[in-house]
């Protein structure tokens, strides 16, 4: 009997091969579709540094915010959250700049990345916002909490599997211990299939079966475009955390959620920002890093009642 993976194997390479089509641009088709049809449109504002700032919206209620993190888009890493919280939130879900259909003309940097979501916080007139970054968009939720001008505006914060500014550089060398490359963005931003499936690796306790066509397909739409300035984030990121480091704690409600087999940031330090931030930690077993894709049922209930309770 043919195995269901196997029968997926061949059906993606008969696809691929008699249509000529890229699967990855099919199934970012079908999702787009499906957001879409439950009220999303795609919409997006000038920077005023230069450059577009694409974004998501869609559904009613208080503004919910929705950060990705680093090397996907809002749609590849928030879709399922985006369909279920639409319900009762006004979903905003971006493209940070240099990944989706986003990008600046700014210096590669936390920084810019942060002012681009202050800019559409000002553009849509954004007040009493909540605010759920993962991973990369949880440096930038950390840095908005931080910003003066806009930390009075976010009414409660979910940071997933992020460390903020509390991580070190022997943090970093261990990461690149952990993945055998010689530095942190020689496993964030690959240049192959196989470096490809070796992030996915670490990203996900699960990861799927990725035949070589596919992984290159990946590799075409999420990581070949503006590769000077993903690894300028990458190697700007010691800096952007000694400039957080220097800032007082936010007061705002936080809640963090991590994933019980992280490899990327593990849980250690999830917990020790609870305790740095006095912030209540979810730790969901069986999960890597990927939190948001690989259990959406889970952050979707975590976060409404997050934003629900008033006691948090």
């Given at each position: 009997m043919?195995?269901?993976?196997?029968?997926l194997?061949?059906?993606c390479?008969?696809?691929?091969?008699l249509s000529?089509c890229?699967?990855v641009?099919w199934?970012?088709d079908s999702d787009e579709?499906?957001?879409?049809?439950?009220?999303?449109t795609?919409l997006?504002?000038?920077?005023?540094?230069g450059?577009t700032?694409?974004?998501?919206?869609?559904g009613?209620?208080?503004?919910?915010?929705?950060?990705?993190?680093f090397?996907?888009?809002?749609?590849?890493t928030?879709?399922?959250?985006m369909?279920?919280?639409s319900a009762?939130?006004d979903?905003?879900a971006?493209?940070?700049?240099w990944?989706?259909?986003?990008?600046s003309?700014?210096?590669?940097?936390?920084?810019?990345?942060?002012n681009?979501?202050?800019q559409?916080i000002d553009?849509l007139k954004?007040n009493?916002?909540?605010?759920?970054?993962i991973s990369?968009?949880?440096?930038?939720?950390?840095?908005?909490?931080?910003?003066a001008?806009?930390?009075?505006?976010?009414?409660?914060?979910?940071i997933?599997a992020?460390?903020g500014?509390?991580?070190s550089?022997?943090?970093?060398?261990?990461?690149?211990?952990?993945?055998?490359?010689?530095?942190p963005?020689d496993f964030?931003?690959?240049?192959?299939?196989?470096?490809?499936?070796?992030?996915?690796e670490?990203?996900f306790?699960?990861?799927?079966?990725m035949?070589?066509f596919?992984?290159?397909?990946?590799?075409?739409?999420?990581?070949?475009?503006?590769h000077?300035q993903k690894i300028?984030?990458i190697?700007?990121?010691?800096?952007?955390?000694?400039?957080l480091?220097?800032a007082p704690?936010?007061?705002?409600?936080?809640?963090?959620?991590?994933?019980?087999?992280?490899?990327?940031?593990?849980?250690?330090h999830?917990i020790?920002l609870s305790?740095?931030?006095?912030?209540?930690?979810?730790?969901i077993p069986?999960?890597?890093?990927?939190?948001t894709?690989?259990?959406p049922?889970?952050?979707?209930?975590?976060?409404?009642?997050f934003?629900e309770s008033?006691?948090l």
């Open positions: 043919i195995s269901n993976k196997l029968k194997f061949i059906v390479i008969c696809f691929s091969l000529g890229s699967l641009r199934k970012t579709g499906s957001l879409k049809a439950v009220g999303f795609q997006d504002i000038s920077l005023a540094e450059g700032l694409s974004y998501w919206r869609g009613q209620g208080q503004p919910l915010l929705l950060i990705h993190g090397g996907g888009s809002a749609v590849t928030w879709k399922e959250e369909l279920a919280l009762d939130y979903v905003i971006p493209d940070l700049a990944f989706g259909d986003s990008f003309a700014g210096e590669a940097n936390l920084t810019t990345e942060t681009a979501i202050s559409l553009e954004l009493n916002i909540n605010i759920a970054g990369y968009g949880g440096f930038v939720t950390f840095n908005i909490l931080h910003n001008n806009q930390n009075d505006r976010i009414k409660k914060a979910i997933i992020s460390p500014p509390y991580f550089d022997n943090d970093l060398t261990a990461l690149t211990k952990r993945f055998a490359v010689d530095n963005e964030f931003i690959p240049k192959n299939s196989d470096e490809l499936r070796r992030l996915f670490g990203i306790v699960e990861p799927k079966m035949p070589d596919i992984a290159d397909q990946i590799y075409q739409t999420y990581f070949a475009a503006w000077k300028a984030m190697q700007s990121l010691s800096a952007d955390r000694d400039t480091l220097t704690i936010a007061t705002t409600p936080t809640l963090l959620i991590w994933g019980e087999q992280d490899r990327i940031f593990p849980v250690e999830g020790y305790k740095k931030i006095q912030a209540p930690l979810v730790v069986n999960t890597g890093h990927g939190v894709n690989e259990q049922e889970m952050v979707v209930r975590l976060i409404k009642t934003i008033e006691k």
